[in-house]
Protein backbone atom coordinates (compact mmCIF):
# COMPACT_ATOMS: atom_id res chain seq x y z
CA UNK A 1 0.00 0.00 0.00
CA UNK A 2 1.79 2.78 -1.36
CA UNK A 3 1.84 5.60 1.84
CA UNK A 4 4.37 8.18 0.16
CA UNK A 5 2.11 11.05 -2.27
CA UNK A 6 4.40 12.65 -4.87
CA UNK A 7 2.78 16.11 -6.78
CA UNK A 8 4.39 18.82 -8.61
CA UNK A 9 5.16 16.89 -12.03
CA UNK A 10 3.97 18.71 -15.46
CA UNK A 11 5.19 20.21 -18.60
CA UNK A 12 8.06 22.50 -18.71
CA UNK A 13 10.47 24.34 -21.31
CA UNK A 14 14.18 24.00 -20.86
CA UNK A 15 15.24 26.60 -18.57
CA UNK A 16 12.61 26.10 -16.59
CA UNK A 17 11.70 24.94 -13.08
CA UNK A 18 9.18 22.61 -11.12
CA UNK A 19 9.30 21.59 -7.22
CA UNK A 20 8.10 18.02 -6.50
CA UNK A 21 6.78 16.98 -3.45
CA UNK A 22 6.52 13.84 -1.54
CA UNK A 23 4.25 13.74 0.93
CA UNK A 24 4.89 10.62 3.81
CA UNK A 25 1.97 12.29 6.74
CA UNK A 26 0.82 8.50 7.08
CA UNK A 27 4.22 7.44 7.77
CA UNK A 28 6.32 8.08 10.79
CA UNK A 29 9.54 9.49 10.84
CA UNK A 30 11.46 6.07 11.68
CA UNK A 31 13.13 5.95 8.35
CA UNK A 32 17.10 6.53 7.56
CA UNK A 33 16.33 8.00 4.48
CA UNK A 34 13.97 9.20 1.64
CA UNK A 35 15.16 9.72 -1.89
CA UNK A 36 14.00 11.07 -5.34
CA UNK A 37 14.65 8.47 -8.02
CA UNK A 38 13.87 9.09 -11.86
CA UNK A 39 13.30 6.95 -14.93
CA UNK A 40 13.20 7.80 -17.91
CA UNK A 41 11.24 5.94 -21.01
CA UNK A 42 13.46 2.84 -22.06
CA UNK A 43 15.59 3.34 -18.92
CA UNK A 44 16.04 1.56 -15.59
CA UNK A 45 15.34 3.42 -12.68
CA UNK A 46 18.12 5.95 -11.19
CA UNK A 47 18.68 7.55 -8.24
CA UNK A 48 18.76 11.45 -8.47
CA UNK A 49 19.24 12.82 -5.06
CA UNK A 50 18.31 11.77 -1.33
CA UNK A 51 18.92 13.20 2.27
CA UNK A 52 19.11 11.25 5.71
CA UNK A 53 16.18 11.84 8.30
CA UNK A 54 18.50 14.26 10.37
CA UNK A 55 19.27 15.85 7.05
CA UNK A 56 23.31 16.05 7.31
CA UNK A 57 23.76 13.64 4.47
CA UNK A 58 22.72 14.45 1.06
CA UNK A 59 23.64 12.84 -2.33
CA UNK A 60 23.26 14.27 -5.85
CA UNK A 61 23.75 12.58 -9.14
CA UNK A 62 26.27 14.32 -11.09
CA UNK A 63 24.13 14.79 -13.47
CA UNK A 64 22.19 17.40 -11.47
CA UNK A 65 24.59 18.63 -9.03
CA UNK A 66 23.67 22.64 -8.25
CA UNK A 67 20.37 21.92 -10.78
CA UNK A 68 18.04 20.68 -8.17
CA UNK A 69 17.71 20.41 -3.92
CA UNK A 70 16.35 18.42 -1.87
CA UNK A 71 15.12 19.18 1.42
CA UNK A 72 12.67 18.13 3.96
CA UNK A 73 9.92 19.92 6.33
CA UNK A 74 10.07 17.45 9.34
CA UNK A 75 6.87 19.32 10.56
CA UNK A 76 4.72 18.18 7.68
CA UNK A 77 6.53 14.78 7.41
CA UNK A 78 7.28 16.06 3.82
CA UNK A 79 10.18 15.89 1.25
CA UNK A 80 10.42 17.81 -1.71
CA UNK A 81 12.79 18.56 -4.70
CA UNK A 82 13.57 21.72 -6.16
CA UNK A 83 14.76 21.34 -9.89
CA UNK A 84 16.14 24.32 -11.66
CA UNK A 85 17.31 24.74 -15.04
CA UNK A 86 15.99 21.95 -16.79
CA UNK A 87 16.95 20.13 -19.36
CA UNK A 88 14.82 17.62 -21.61
CA UNK A 89 17.16 14.97 -20.27
CA UNK A 90 15.81 15.62 -16.96
CA UNK A 91 12.83 14.16 -18.58
CA UNK A 92 10.76 10.87 -16.86
CA UNK A 93 8.32 9.99 -13.62
CA UNK A 94 10.18 10.91 -10.58
CA UNK A 95 9.53 8.78 -7.71
CA UNK A 96 10.04 9.10 -3.43
CA UNK A 97 11.24 6.35 -2.28
CA UNK A 98 11.78 5.68 1.86
CA UNK A 99 14.93 3.49 3.26
CA UNK A 100 13.69 2.18 6.53
CA UNK A 101 16.88 0.71 7.52
CA UNK A 102 20.67 2.45 6.97
CA UNK A 103 22.19 1.05 4.01
CA UNK A 104 23.69 3.01 0.70
CA UNK A 105 21.41 5.61 -0.08
CA UNK A 106 22.32 4.69 -4.00
CA UNK A 107 21.08 1.15 -3.48
CA UNK A 108 17.74 1.21 -4.94
CA UNK A 109 16.96 -2.66 -3.39
CA UNK A 110 17.13 -0.71 0.15
CA UNK A 111 14.42 1.15 -0.03
CA UNK A 112 11.26 -0.76 0.78
CA UNK A 113 8.24 2.53 0.27
CA UNK A 114 7.60 4.04 -2.54
CA UNK A 115 5.25 6.16 -4.35
CA UNK A 116 3.18 5.78 -7.23
CA UNK A 117 5.45 8.68 -9.34
CA UNK A 118 4.91 11.70 -10.98
CA UNK A 119 5.59 12.65 -14.54
CA UNK A 120 8.57 15.48 -15.64
CA UNK A 121 8.11 16.57 -19.25
CA UNK A 122 11.05 19.04 -20.38
CA UNK A 123 10.23 19.72 -24.03
CA UNK A 124 10.12 23.19 -25.69
Known amino acids: QEQLVESGGGLVQPGGSLRLSCDASKLTQNYYARAWFRQAPGKEREVVSA????????YYADSVKGRFTISKDDAKNTMYLQMNSLKPEDTGVYYC?????????????????WGQGTQVTVSS
Open 97 to 113: AEQTWPSSLLAIDAYDN
Open 51 to 58: ITTTGLNT
